[in-house]
């Protein structure tokens, strides 16, 4: 039994904390799912090795020589994975320390505070490593297999480089923080780790369309230009990478660094996490003035009312805001291929009709949920007097206006490229968007908004059969503005996969 | 009493969820009274008033607001009823005055009387200089007393609050009672669930006792008194005393 309010008591508290957080999570609360879960699991690990098997059995079959292309491929990857890790990580520092849950017990405990901000910041960085070992662990496994124990090496880099994300997004968090303030710091720092996060492949994307006029990473990181500015095989630059290929020094190099950079961090920032913590628990708009400052009221009729404020909520969603950002990083790459084929031949633009078409499908579900499961006053809603029918349409047209917004600029733009694009993807666009809102309004379930991240536990069937039929009819839509007939053939499992939700849909109404 | 003076009139309610909630409750409120509803945890007050309220379907009964049948008619009913809740419902990311303009707009206020009745009302409850601030910095009494505003703004006739004063300071809760007081001045009806039988015994015109969904008492503090026959002195037969003696019997009988 370890020490009360010792480190190694911390980390039973939070890893059992974080163990309960994640079955509930992902069983949506019903044990009999464990074991289903557990299940699930399996297969898809057993199917990820045997895919990961096929995809290197070719290149590792004469051994790996790290040569300046393996180097380039293997440092892209890399540098691919730390902006994701700290992405995250700095998703994760923020929601430290602006949660409230249990901490207002620890803070007024006689418990030393430093060292619950130690095991969290720690925790941060496992699971860092762990989201980023999710797809890493069937390549690294089958890397070993075929290569050898050195890749083994392999898990330990990617500890080191959680560690090091996890330790710059605690430096970041507390610049922000110390810089703009703890009122704005949250709202920037989600804002920042999308765009970290959306960041190095959007690069390379951007890099691939200036220099091969595609959209392929993989032609940059195997292009003879990048090749010819790269250091050399032998430059300490690459250490990192030769110590992800089981170097005994490169890779305790990377380790140590790793370790101390995370361990000087907590170091140096433990002692005030407390004062941040009240900072941030703190954060008021109260301003010190006698009156407030009258707006004027503007006559709205109750489905203007229920529109207008649909998107304030909107609008102040940090984490919302930050994703569709992000979203929105993702289709700059496509924008600026758009660009540069705009006079030259528009068959490539076809690419962009999926992506704009899948992107709409998904921020339309994520804004349905929002405004028809995530009201915060229900009571309110439901007892003013207007049909729940009216409440419903309103709230739609909200999410629907939102997205035309979002996505007409693009559209347009195709329309001066080529109208029948333009003309599919506005199709493509409003199909995709109206499936997703209708499987929200199927499987509506009252929530509170701020549980918007775990929407997806609630229903699984409403997650899957939104994810479907996004992608089914970004297919379609993109063999549609091609001129073909096999549209059809991808509609019609698009259609059953709405018919399938509708039968399994709990609400009728 | 005649229909016309009631402003709500519940008849053979029922409701039931896993056991009965609401049985077969009757239950009468005049117009321009203040009611407190009375009754043990899980007696079916919250129940009654969400039924009232819109909130709930009940399985049998009537439901009259003012002459209007709350069941087939609900949305002319709503617009002459508010609802507060224990557990205030606003949006942690509007501010007061966009919260009132919101609410405003679901009752189809007019946009200068609106905002002339949110600064009356946010100047009564004390939050004149918090109306540009977001809710989500305030404590629970300010958003109470938000939620409060929005229940308010659009001159409902019939005011139902469920445990509004749960978690109140002293200050905040003596001024939601003075607003409540001015209201019923004003020919407004006022029916309040509460713990606090203090507030009660001083504030209600009349008091309703549920148990078991039930209506097992109903009258002014002195028709409660001599309901269970106890001693005419205030002092030694105080609400409390009553409360307990009538929700006891019950208890018994059951």
Known sequence: ?509 | MSEELSALSISHLYKSFDQPAVDGLCLNVRAGEFFALLGPNGAGKTTTLRMVSGLLRPDKGNISIFGIDALRNGIEAKKILAWVSDEPMIYEKLTPFEYLEFVAGLWQIEATVAQSRACELLEWLGLASNGDQRCESFSKGMRQKVALAGALIHNPKLIILDEPLTGLDAGSARQVKKVLKQRVNRGATVILTTHILEVAERMADRIGVIANGRLIAEGTLDDLQNLTGSNSDPAENSLEDIFLQLVGDQEKAA
Request: some cysteine; charged content about 10%.
């Open chain 1, 1 to 509: 039994m370890n020490k009360p309010a010792s480190l190694p008591w911390f980390a039973r508290h939070e890893f059992g904390l974080f163990w309960r957080d994640w079955i509930s999570m992902m069983t949506a609360g019903r044990r009999q799912r464990e074991i289903r879960l557990a299940g699930i699991l399996a297969v898809a690990l057993i199917f990820m090795h045997v895919l990961a098997f096929f995809v290197l059995v070719a290149t590792v079959a004469n051994g790996i020589a790290l040569t300046i292309p393996v180097l380039v491929f293997l440092g892209g990857t890399m540098l691919l994975s730390f902006s994701l890790m700290l992405s995250q990580a700095m998703e994760s520092v923020t929601r430290a320390f602006y949660a409230r849950d249990d901490l207002d017990l620890i803070l007024s405990s006689p418990a030393m505070v430093q060292r619950l901000f130690a095991v969290r910041i720690t925790a941060i960085s496992g699971i860092t490593m762990s989201m980023s070992l999710l797809l890493a662990f069937p390549f690294i496994n089958v890397m070993i297999y075929l290569d050898g124990p050195k890749w083994l090496a392999a898990f330990a880099v990617l500890g080191a480089m959680a560690a090091i994300a996890t330790a710059l997004a605690v430096a970041i968090t507390i610049l922000l923080f110390t810089t703009i303030g703890p009122a704005r710091t949250r709202f920037i720092s989600q804002l920042v780790a999308a765009i970290v996060g959306a960041s190095f492949v959007i690069g390379i994307q951007i890099a691939a369309i200036v220099y091969f006029g595609n959209i392929s990473r993989l032609d940059v990181l195997t292009s003879d230009i990048l090749y010819s500015i790269v250091p050399g095989e032998d430059s300490w630059w690459w250490f990192p990478v030769r110590a992800l290929a089981g170097e005994p020094a490169s890779l305790i190099l990377l380790l140590a660094a790793g370790v101390g950079t995370l361990a000087l961090t907590i170091r140096l920032t433990a002692d005030n996490f407390g004062d941040f913590i009240v900072a941030a628990n703190g954060v008021s708009h109260n301003r010190d003035r006698s009156k407030a400052t009258q707006p004027r009221f503007r006559s709205l009729n109750a489905a203007q009312a229920l529109r207008m404020k649909e998107w304030i909520l909107l609008k102040r969603d940090p984490w919302l805001v930050s994703q569709t950002l992000m979203q929105l990083l993702y289709l700059l790459p496509p924008a600026i291929l758009l660009w540069r084929n705009f006079s030259g031949a528009a068959s490539s633009l076809v690419i962009l009709v999926p992506v704009i078409v899948m992107a709409a499908g998904q921020l339309a579900g994520g804004l349905a949920w929002l405004a028809i499961s995530g009201e915060d006053a229900p009571d309110l809603v439901s007892t003013a007097p207007l049909t729940p029918h009216a409440t419903i349409r309103a709230k739609i047209e909200a999410v629907m206006i939102t997205i035309a917004a979002i996505f007409l600029p693009f559209i347009m733009a195709l329309a001066f490229a080529d109208g029948w694009i333009a003309l599919v993807t506005i199709t493509g666009v409003a199909i995709s968007s109206i499936c997703s809102i209708v499987i929200q309004l199927w499987f509506r379930k009252q929530a509170r908004r701020s549980h918007f991240r775990r929407r997806q536990t609630s229903s699984r069937a409403a997650t899957f059969a939104e994810a479907f039929s996004s992608i089914l009819w970004a297919g379609t839509t993109g063999v549609a503005a091609v001129g073909s007939w096999l549209a059809i053939g991808l509609a019609i499992p698009a259609i059953i996969v709405m018919l399938i939700a509708r039968a399994i849909a709990p609400s009728r109404q």
